[in-house]
């Protein structure tokens, strides 16, 4: 395998599976308050769309890595949401 | 513009993009408790080692998307870092 790719490999690995802590941190302790809800918005439509351009170029690489990130990516945005939506419930009760 | 092309650079422009509401987020509030330590070491470096792969390979879109995100992720990581130093500091203090 030449260098560049054995680079790239490991650049991907990294970005990829960086998510999956976050994931479980968010998962395990249910706290969401330091995350940006527009970051994980724009990111996880950013992956999908990543996904989207590797079905379009028929890159299996880029599909696999982006199927991935959108599934770790989408557990984080749906607990953030999931805290808005309860603040909001609980200011409006009071 | 080729529609894979389109899709490819809105796709780079997103998940590059959405690492700058997280880190304003971060830098206003210095408040980094739900954001893991884990991810974003893990993302910095891959980041870094996608840039290297974009000087490796030659490609100029590559090299500036990366640089504009490891600077955005080293802003997150510095603060999330601060915030660890800090809480270790208090707690041996007390």
Not at 8 to 30: E, M
Not at 65 to 94: D, F, Q
């Amino acid at each position: 395998m030449p260098l560049a790719e054995i680079v790239g490999s490991l650049a991907a690995f990294l970005t990829t599976a960086s998510f999956l802590p976050q994931a479980i941190k968010v998962l395990r302790t249910r706290e969401t308050g330091a995350i940006s809800l527009v970051m994980y918005s724009m990111f996880t439509a950013g992956v999908t769309f990543w996904g989207i351009y590797g079905v379009m170029t028929m890159q299996w690489s880029i599909i696999i890595a982006n199927a991935v990130t959108v599934v770790l990516a989408s557990i984080i945005l749906s607990m953030k949401v999931r805290e808005v939506m309860t603040s909001r419930t609980s200011r409006s009760g009071n």
